[in-house]
């Protein structure tokens, strides 16, 4: 190892040597290449493949004056830049193409290297030069003489950073595997943005036939055919409506319903003529191109490296360690990016998507028809979205705008609902009664010393507006929304089905993506990591073994073995992972914990901040101390709430890495599944507190139940804690979806990439020529965000759609903000995706995922929480009670009265009586409480009555009614709505049918081939025989046939 390291400055003049007799050749106007005959053709052969010149324009040898400049010989680079009038760069439209302008860039590999600033590096002469890309030798890090530092025999060798020549021999034994697997590549490493250099990697024609064959793509055949169409009534109406929807159509091509589909085959190279290859350029477009390529880049393993994976350590010093390293370590381009060697991987977008003299492209025609504000109103073209993202991003935003569309009918229900409590608000009986002041209702303190006696009539304004939201109609829009929601999921699997017919994913299964679904990088390591902790365990064994000389060769081919296959054969058991299952119980449990605590600080806050106000001499604060609290209180749940969100997002982020997941699927099911669990119990705690506990557990005056002895447990409003609980609902809802779309999703994207930006200008030379030429497409969208997964994008809506569907019964204008939310939501992520964010690799899949699950899940705990609202939260159940059992006059009259109880003030505890008795005026014997208890002058007093028991009873019995008669009746949409639209089956046999035929009538032509072919030569061995010399015929029976007649092979 130490004499490898001192030969490499030896080598790399070597390695330099030839370049720079090319370069005084083309000076003498000599431009073959040196060596002898030989190494002239083995040269050419190479270049024929890798370099970035054409053949017919090799022999200028501009790149070599260019070197030649860089050596000493011309005065300054600019001077020839000057002189020439066209952009050197336009050629390669701006970085989109390679430098020959044929090639086109399907992928980038990004990397730093270490240089002195101002320097010419020789990588991009190295290109386009004549020497191979391949070649190991050649070391592209170093300048050359004349503007660096002097490769002379008398300087200080400069010191050897060995974690980066790590580095730089993996990426050259990586790129030279890319180049066996039939890649070409070409390098950049003069760019404006110092110490970073690019790969540009282009698949030729043979590499994409052959990937997409092993990939099984399905590509576009030469064969259309007829989409059955509707008839009669219903084609007048989808007429119909086309013309009126025509307006907010997108103005993308193919965006109409099309009446002919071409048929879809899985690529074969043996099958080329049944597909439509007439523009080569354009049949595999740049999303498959890329998936392609990134398929190979995973493949493709890095097995050698010069030094270890350490983290900057320095050289191994146990070799025999570092040579299993070699042996056992394979590492693709995700174990690449984990440790370092390359910076970033990603495809390039399209071009640029505004300014003048743009050229047309898809992600320009993205922008302008999808991902600007001002085309809100218009349908999303989902087809183009999945053409440029892939399909795994085009069944999200497809998804969305279901989503999106099924909020309209919700929330004109839940505008009618809200309407009607607004129209019957005067009509309430019991609203009325609380409102009037004759009845003269004393209420009794809410807290203990500090308050006093109250009216009821004070609550006039709350009770009112409760009945905006209580009230009969409330009942009726919890049952339409449960409906709502199984009927959503319906469509969307409909609508997923149809989507899978046009983007030919019908034969698409989850097992063809496991295939090549590669393990991380991260479980990777840890199986090598336990592999050499086995091997030395073993090896520390059979030291203590006396070995048998007879066996001695049987053990060392087993050793062997075992260094080859050792990584195959470990694998991370539940033992390997029982310390990281047990830090996440452990840590999940702890979080729910804490948010509990949080919640309860905000109760005791509520409490304190109650007594508090009674305490302020204001009248106008006094009397409006419920509604000051809860807001408060709602806003500091708010604010805890999205502060949690972001720390719960990397708490269960970092406790899947140490789980170690085997491949990306299993990470992001497991990531999923902590984050939506954390971030559900952190978003709805505080609602469901005000809902279901809120009030439960008050006591009675003279026996309240206290909190650490000290804070009273707080009641809810003689109205309910309906109202309470719709203000929670709503704060939070519409302040989280502000806040994060604003501030989250707005600002903190634009800021990284504005401090990214200052980063990057800091670092960059500051020479004019680098000022003044155009940025490359790859430096663009490397200065963007990286793509981070829908796992954020998915999150957000699934938080929104439990607030629209769990608790819908206390807020029922909750879709209507949803919608307004999403509307924005939409644009705001199509922009995000087309302009703040590195394109994405496309991704083939047929579905949602997991998402899917939780949301059916969120749509059967809706039944049930919605039931229990209505039932306890409400006075739905205790009004009909009433109604129906206790009411003289059948009537709502005297309802109020029913559900207060009276307590005698001479029952109070000590020191639990208010210090100002008097401030109502006059001397109070007996307040009111609500709940149902025995008066004070009977037998049993303050126990529980018959009449909560009544009421208890029948808020258990309708629960059970509601939640089995609206799961019966989400089970019957279920059932009643097929999963797959007939039109879409009958077109999915119709494409088998056809395809059979296509392949039988194949098979007919080449029969027929066969036949006529045979024919011709049977006929050209006849007619010697009938007119030149028929003695010499063969025997028609029995006769061979000539040896000259299948010549070639049978087609």
């Not at 109760?603 to 106008?620: D, F, G």
């Not at 971030?679 to 609602?687: A, C, D, E, L, R």
């Not at 994008?793 to 019964?809: D, K, N, P, S």
């Amino acid at each position: 190892m130490e004499d490898t390291a001192m030969e490499e400055p030896a080598m790399e003049e070597t390695a330099l040597d030839p370049l720079l007799a090319e370069a005084a050749g083309a000076v003498d106007g000599e431009g073959a290449p040196p060596g002898g005959p030989r190494a002239q053709a083995a040269t050419m052969r190479v270049n024929e493949k890798y370099s970035t010149l054409p053949a017919e324009d090799r022999s200028v040898h501009i790149i070599n004056i260019c070197a030649i400049e860089d050596i000493g010989y011309l005065p300054s680079e600019g001077t020839l830049l000057n002189s020439l009038s066209v952009d050197p760069d336009a050629k390669c439209r701006y970085g989109l193409y390679f430098r020959d302008g044929r090639r086109k860039v399907d992928y980038i590999l990004v990397y730093h290297h270490k240089r002195p600033s101002g320097s010419r590096t020789l990588a991009r002469r190295v290109q386009h030069s004549d020497t191979p890309f391949g070649a190991r030798s050649l070391k592209q890090d170093h300048p050359l003489p004349g503007k660096g530092t002097p490769l002379d025999a008398g300087s200080a060798e400069p010191p050897v950073d060995y974690h980066e020549d790590d580095k730089r021999f993996r990426r050259e034994e990586y790129e030279g595997n890319l180049l066996e697997a039939g890649l070409e590549l070409e390098r950049d490493e003069d760019t404006k943005i110092h110490g970073v250099g690019f790969v540009k990697i282009h698949a030729p024609w043979n590499v994409l036939c052959r990937e997409a064959e092993f990939l099984k793509l399905k590509m576009p055949t030469k064969k259309m055919y007829h989409i059955n169409e509707t008839r009669g009534l219903l084609k007048k109406i989808s007429s119909v409506l086309q013309k009126i929807t025509d307006p907010i159509q997108p103005k993308v091509a193919d965006h109409r319903p099309q009446t002919m589909k071409i048929l879809s085959y899985p690529f074969s190279r043996e099958k080329q003529h049944l597909f439509d290859l007439s523009d080569k350029d354009s049949f595999f477009d740049s999303k498959t191109r890329s998936t392609i390529v990134y398929e190979i880049l995973k493949r493709t393993t890095c097995t050698k490296a010069k030094y270890s994976m350490g983290q900057g350590e320095g050289r191994r010093k146990d070799s025999a360690l570092l040579s299993k390293r070699r042996k056992c370590g394979k590492y693709g381009i995700t174990s690449l990016l984990a440790n370092g060697v390359y910076a970033a991987a990603y495809p390039l977008h399209d071009g640029d998507y505004e300014g003048e003299n743009v050229e047309f492209n898809d992600r320009k025609l993205l922008y302008e028809e999808w991902a600007r504000y001002g085309v809100f109103y218009k349908y999303q073209p989902i087809d183009l979205v999945r053409k440029y993202f892939g399909e795994k991003i085009g069944l999200y935003f497809a998804w969305l705008g279901v989503y999106t569309q099924m909020l309209i009918p919700a929330s004109v229900v839940g505008i009618i609902v809200f309407l009607y409590g607004c129209a019957t608000m005067d009509e309430n009986i019991p609203s009325m009664e609380m409102c009037d002041q004759r009845y003269n209702i004393t209420m009794c303190p809410l807290c203990d010393k500090t308050c006093s006696y109250w009216k009821m009539s004070s609550a006039c304004a709350t009770a009112r507006a409760s009945h905006l939201f209580d009230n009969p109609a409330t009942v009726f829009f919890s049952v339409f929304m449960a409906l709502w929601a199984a009927t959503f999921m319906e469509h969307w699997k409909r609508k997923q089905m149809r989507l899978n017919y046009h983007w030919d994913l019908t034969g698409f299964e989850e097992e063809e993506e496991a295939v090549k679904d590669h393990p991380r990088a991260e479980y990777e390591a840890r199986v090598l990591e336990k592999s050499l902790k086995k091997e030395s365990k073993n090896k520390e064994k059979r030291r203590h073994i006396p070995e048998d000389s007879t066996n001695k060769w049987k053990q060392r081919v087993k050793t062997a073995m075992a260094g080859v296959k050792l990584t195959d054969k470990v694998k991370l058991t539940w033992r390997d992972r029982f310390p990281a299952y047990l830090t996440n119980m452990v840590s999940i449990i702890f979080m729910i914990a804490v948010t509990f605590a949080i919640v309860l600080g905000v109760i005791i806050y509520r409490i304190s901040m109650a007594a508090a106000l009674a305490m302020n001499s204001s009248p106008s604060v006094r009397s409006n101390i419920r509604v000051t609290v809860t807001a408060t209180a709602v806003i500091i749940n708010l604010v805890v709430i999205i502060l949690l969100d972001e720390v719960y997002g990397c708490i269960a982020r970092w406790l899947t890495k140490i789980e170690v997941p085997k491949t990306e699927k299993s990470f992001e099911e497991r990531l999923i599944f902590k984050a939506f669990l954390l971030k559900f119990v952190n978003s709805y705690t505080p609602i469901f507190y005000v809902a279901f506990f809120k009030g439960r557990f008050v006591g009675r005056p003279g026996d309240y139940v206290y909190i650490f002895h000290s804070f009273r447990m707080e009641e809810c409003a003689p109205g309910g804690c309906l109202m309470e609980l719709c203000i929670q609902l709503s704060i939070i809802m519409l302040g989280k979806q502000l806040i994060q779309n604003n501030l989250f999703e707005i600002g903190i994207p634009k800021m990284k990439k504005f401090i990214r930006y200052l980063r990057l200008k800091q670092q960059s030379p500051a020479h004019h020529e680098e000022s003044v030429k155009r940025r490359q497409r790859y430096e663009v969208d490397y200065n963007l965000e990286p793509f981070a997964g829908l796992t954020p994008e998915y999150m957000e809506m699934i938080i929104q759609f439990g607030f629209v569907t769990l608790f819908v019964a206390s807020f029922p204008l909750a879709p209507l903000f949803a919608l307004l939310n999403n509307i924005i939501e939409i644009r705001l992520d199509a922009k995000k995706f087309v302009t703040e964010l590195r394109r994405p690799v496309a991704v083939r899949a047929k579905d949602i995922g997991i998402w899917y699950n939780i949301l059916r899940g969120i749509g059967k705990l809706a039944v049930i929480i919605n039931a229990f609202v209505i039932s306890f939260t409400s006075d739905f159940i205790p009004r009909l009670v009433y109604l129906y059992m206790y009411s003289k006059d059948g009537t709502m009259h005297g309802f109020v009265n029913h559900t207060l109880s009276s307590f005698n003030v001479s029952d109070f505890q000590n020191g639990t009586a208010p210090n100002d008795p008097l401030d109502l005026g006059y001397e109070v014997r007996i307040c009111r409480y609500k709940d149902y208890r025995e008066p004070p002058w009977s037998e049993n007093k303050y126990d529980i009555s018959k009449d909560f028991w009544a009421v208890l009873a029948a808020r258990l019995a309708f629960v059970i009614v509601f939640q089995n008669l609206v799961m019966f009746m989400s089970d019957f949409v279920d059932w009643v709505i097929p999963d797959i639209p007939k039109d879409i089956s009958q077109q999915i046999h119709k494409e088998k049918v056809l395809m059979v035929e296509l392949f039988m009538r194949e098979e007919q032509d080449k029969q027929q081939l066969l036949d006529t072919w045979m024919e011709k030569e049977r006929q050209k061995d006849e007619a010697p025989c009938n007119h030149h010399n028929p003695k010499a015929c063969p025997d028609s029976l029995g006769s061979p046939a000539p040896s000259h007649a299948y010549h070639g092979g049978v087609l």
